[in-house]
C-alpha cells in the first residue's frame, strides 16, 4: 500500500502549493493596465507613434498608470494642412511641431523674435495675414516698386512685385498698414503666363 501513502503526500503537496498561491493572490492583487503613449496631431486628430503596452500592477496602483496623450504633429502635417488651404488647421497645429520643422527652425534660428506660423508660411513661399516687411521679403522676396495709397480715410502701403530684371508688374500686389500685412492679392493668368517667361529665359540662358 505504500504507493497509496505515496498518491496521498502528492495530492496534499499539490493541494499545499494551490492553496498558497491563492492565499498569496488574495493578499497580493493585482490588476492588467495599459501604459504609454500616444502623439495626436490637433490638426487632424490623427494618431502616431503610438507606444502602448498591457502591464500587471498592484491593485490600488492603477491611478499611477496610463496613457499619455502628447499633441504632436509630423511634419508632412503640416505642408498637408497648407497646400490645402485650411488655415484653421495650422492654428491649430501645436507650436513644438512647427518649431521642429527644419525648414522652419532654419528661419527662427535666423530670426529668434518671429512668430513661429509666420516663419512657417514664409518658409514655404506663403502669405499669411499680420506678417512684417521681412517675413514677406522672406517669404517671396522683393518687390520692383512700392507706393503708398489711400483707402477710405487709411494710408496704406502697396508693394507691386514683377520682373526684377525689367521692373515690370505681374499682377501680384501686398498691402500693409503699419507695417502689418493686411492684403495680397494677384491675377493668376498674369502670374502664370510670367512663369512661362522665366521658364523661357532660363532654358535660353543654358
Known amino acids: 500500500m505504500s504507493w497509496f501513502y505515496a498518491a496521498l503526500l502528492f495530492v496534499l503537496c499539490a493541494a499545499s502549493v494551490i492553496l498558497f498561491v491563492y492565499i498569496a493572490s488574495f493578499r497580493n492583487p493585482t490588476s492588467s493596465v495599459l501604459t504609454g503613449t500616444i502623439k495626436r496631431c490637433p490638426a487632424d486628430g490623427k494618431e502616431y507613434d503610438v507606444k502602448v503596452r498591457r502591464v500587471i500592477v498592484p491593485r490600488g496602483d ?60 514664409a518658409s514655404r513661399g506663403f502669405l499669411l495675414k499680420g506678417m512684417n516687411y521681412e517675413q514677406v521679403v522672406s517669404a517671396i522676396g522683393e518687390p520692383v516698386a512700392k507706393d503708398i495709397i489711400s483707402k477710405g480715410a487709411k494710408i496704406l502701403e502697396r508693394w507691386r512685385y514683377g520682373d526684377p530684371l525689367y521692373g515690370i508688374p505681374i499682377g501680384r500686389y501686398v498691402v500693409f498698414s503699419h507695417g502689418e500685412l493686411v492684403e495680397f492679392y494677384e491675377f493668376p493668368e498674369l502670374v502664370r503666363l510670367y512663369g512661362i517667361v522665366v521658364e523661357d529665359r532660363a532654358s535660353s540662358v543654358e
Not at 502628447?70 to 488651404?85: F, N
Not at 521642429?100 to 512668430?115: M, V
Open 62 to 121: 492603477e491611478n499611477n498608470y496610463g496613457i499619455a496623450v502628447i499633441d504632436e504633429c509630423e511634419s508632412d502635417s503640416l505642408d498637408k494642412a497648407l497646400s490645402s488651404g485650411d488655415d484653421k488647421a495650422i492654428e491649430k497645429m501645436d507650436v513644438k511641431s512647427i518649431i521642429d520643422d527644419p525648414r522652419t527652425a532654419e528661419l527662427l534660428r535666423a530670426n529668434p523674435d518671429w512668430d513661429p506660423v509666420k516663419a512657417f508660411y
